[in-house]
C-alpha cells in the first residue's frame, strides 16, 4: 500500500526545481458566495484526494473551469487565488468559460465522447461548430498553462476527455514540457470510435502526450487499435507506444483507487449511537438495504436496477415490507443540459413511482431515490449498514462507489454485486458477484445469492476485495503515473544531451 508522504517524497525529489501542474475541468477547492462571505469547499472525488496534498507539499498549479458563483470574488486578474484560503498552499488558476464555450463542452464532452466510449444506446452528438468550439477552449486552457510555466521545463498532467487536444497546442509552444493524461472514462473498440467524424483528429491530438493513462489494458489496446486504423503510425509493442513523426507517446494502464484509509477508519470508528441515527434518518431499522450511488446517467443501470426490485419482490413477496434500495442519485452539470439526460432522469422516476404505488405500505417503500447531496461520512456509514452493494453500470471506466463500499466493510457484513461491464471489476471479480447488468434475471438472483450467503462466505469473500484495495491505493496510481512521467523525461533529456 503506497502512503501520502512517499507520493510527496517521491514528486519533491525527481521534479525538484521544475513547475509541475495539473489541469481539469473540475477544481480541487470551490468558492460559493454566502450571506457571512465567501465559502470554500473542497473537491471530494479521488483525484483531489491524492493530488491536492502533493500540489500543497510542492507549491504546484492547477487549471481548472472556474464554475461556481464565488470562484471569481478572490482570484486576481489572471483568475489565481492561493489555496486552501486559510494558508495558501499553491495555486489554483481558474479559467472563465462563456455560455457557448459552455454548451461545446458540453457536447462534444458528455454529449459525443461518452456515449462514445460508454457504449450507449444514445446516438452521440455530432455538431461540427461545437468540435472547433472545443478545440478553442483546449487551446485557451494551453495559453494559460504556458503563461504559469513560460518556455522552462515543467510537467504537465491532464486530466480527462475534456482536454484531448490540449497537449497539441503545448507542444506547439514549449517542447521541454513533459505532458501525460489520464483518461477517466472507457476507451471503446475502434469500430465504434471511428463513428465520430473527428476521431482522427481527436487520437492525433492525443498522441501529443508523452503519456497516455487509462484504467485497464483492455482500454489501451483498444487505443492502439484505433492508432492503427487512423494515423500514419507506427506501434512500438514491447515498450507499448505509438510512434508518429516526431511524436512518441506511451499507453498504459493505471488502475484509478481510492484512500483506503481513510474509509476503513471511518468503518471502524462509527459509534452505535450514530449508526442509529442514520437508521432513522433514512428509515432502514430492521430492514434489508442495498446501496447504490452515482450520477443520474443512463450507463450507471439505474433503470436496470428498478427492473430488477420490482421483479424481486414479484418474486418474493416474503421481502415485502423488508427491501429497500437506497439509491442516492442526482441529475447534475452538462447531463442536466443534454435532452437525453432529462429523457432518462424522466423515465427513470416515472418508473419508480410505478413500482412503489406497486408495493409500497403506509410505512414502507422499496425504492428510495435520494437526490440531495450526502457528506462521504454518511456515505461511509450507510456503507456499513448495508447489507449489499449494488453496483451494476451498463458501461465504467473504474468505478470507486465499489471499491469505497468495500472498504467501509470491516465488520465483513456484506455482499458487493458489480457489473462485468465495470472497470473494477477486474480487481474485485474474486470477492464480488460479477453479474451482467441487461440481465434482470442475473441481478435478480444476485440479490437472493447475498440474502442467503453465509457469515463465512461474505467475511472471506471482502477480505479478498479489501486486501486488493488496500495493496493498491490512489496514492499508488499518483505515484505510478508520475514515476512513468518521471522516466520520459529522463529519456527526453539524455536523447537530447546525445544529440
Not at 446516438?123 to 494551453?142: G, H, M, Q, T
Not at 483507487?257 to 477508519?265: M, P, R, V
Not at 443501470?301 to 434500495?325: M, T, Y
Request: proline letters at 3%; a positive charge.
Amino acid at each position: 500500500m503506497g502512503s501520502l508522504k512517499d507520493l510527496k517524497k517521491f514528486v519533491k525529489k525527481r521534479f525538484s526545481g521544475q513547475t509541475v501542474v495539473i489541469a481539469s475541468k473540475s477544481e480541487p477547492y470551490s468558492h460559493f458566495k454566502k450571506v457571512d462571505g465567501i465559502k470554500e469547499k473542497k473537491g471530494a472525488d479521488g483525484l483531489v484526494t491524492a493530488l491536492d496534498p502533493v500540489m500543497q507539499a510542492i507549491d504546484g498549479s492547477w487549471l481548472a473551469f472556474g464554475l461556481s458563483d464565488g470562484d471569481f470574488e478572490l482570484t486576481d486578474s489572471k483568475g489565481r487565488v492561493r489555496v486552501p484560503i486559510a494558508d495558501g498552499k499553491y495555486t489554483l488558476r481558474r479559467i472563465k468559460l462563456t455560455e457557448k464555450e459552455k454548451k461545446a463542452m458540453t457536447n462534444v464532452g458528455p454529449g459525443s465522447f461518452w456515449p462514445l466510449s460508454h457504449l450507449s444506446f444514445y446516438r452521440p452528438l455530432f455538431v461540427k461548430s461545437d468540435w472547433e468550439e472545443y478545440k478553442k477552449i483546449n487551446k485557451k486552457v494551453a495559453e494559460h498553462i504556458l503563461n504559469e510555466v513560460g518556455n522552462k521545463k515543467a510537467v504537465i498532467w491532464l486530466q480527462d476527455y475534456h482536454l484531448a487536444m490540449c497537449a497539441k497546442y503545448l507542444k506547439e509552444k514549449n517542447k521541454n514540457l513533459t505532458i501525460g493524461l489520464f483518461w477517466h472514462i472507457p476507451w471503446p473498440d475502434w469500430e465504434i470510435f471511428i463513428r465520430c467524424p473527428w476521431a482522427g483528429e481527436a487520437i492525433a491530438g492525443l498522441l501529443h502526450n508523452d503519456l497516455l493513462g487509462f484504467h485497464t489494458k483492455h482500454y489501451c489496446n483498444n487505443f492502439i487499435r484505433c492508432c492503427e486504423r487512423t494515423q500514419q503510425s507506427k506501434i512500438d509493442r514491447d515498450y507499448h507506444a505509438v510512434l508518429k513523426g516526431d511524436l512518441y507517446t506511451k499507453v498504459k494502464d493505471f488502475p484509478i483507487s481510492i484512500n483506503f484509509d481513510k474509509f476503513d477508519n471511518w468503518g471502524k470508528q462509527f459509534t452505535e449511537s450514530y449508526l442509529e441515527k442514520v437508521k432513522e434518518k433514512y428509515n432502514i431499522k430492521n430492514k434489508i438495504v442495498a446501496i447504490s450511488v452515482e450520477r443520474f446517467v443512463y450507463s450507471k443501470g439505474i433503470k436496470e436496477k428498478i427492473i430488477a426490485v420490482n421483479e424481486l419482490l414479484s418474486k418474493r413477496p416474503d421481502l415485502i415490507g423488508k427491501f429497500v434500495l437506497l439509491d442516492f442519485s442526482k441529475i447534475t452539470g452538462s447531463y442536466s443540459n443534454l435532452s437525453e439526460g432529462l429523457d432518462y432522469y424522466k423515465e427513470c422516476t416515472e418508473l419508480i413511482i410505478k413500482v412503489n404505488q406497486k408495493y409500497a405500505t403506509s410505512k414502507w417503500k422499496p425504492i428510495n431515490l435520494i437526490e440531495k447531496k450526502v457528506s462521504q461520512k454518511e456515505l461511509a456509514a450507510l456503507y456499513r449498514l448495508s447489507q449489499i452493494g449494488l453496483i451494476v453500470p451498463l458501461h465504467d471506466g473504474m468505478n470507486l462507489v465499489a471499491k469505497e463500499y468495500v472498504t467501509c466493510k470491516s465488520n465483513f457484513k456484506g455482499v458487493l454485486i458489480l457489473s462485468e461491464f465495470a472497470g473494477a471489476a477486474l480487481e474485485l471479480k474474486d470477492g464480488a458477484i460479477i453479474v451482467n447488468p441487461f440481465s434482470t434475471s442475473q441481478i435478480v438472483e444476485a440479490i437472493e445469492k447475498a440474502l442467503s450467503m453465509s457469515s463465512f462466505e461474505k467475511k472471506w469473500r471482502l477480505q479478498v476485495q479489501r486486501e486488493r484495495i488496500r495493496d493498491h491505493d490512489v496514492f499508488d496510481w499518483a505515484k505510478e503515473f508520475f514515476k512513468e512521467l518521471y522516466i520520459l523525461k529522463s529519456k527526453k533529456e539524455l536523447i537530447k544531451n546525445v544529440h
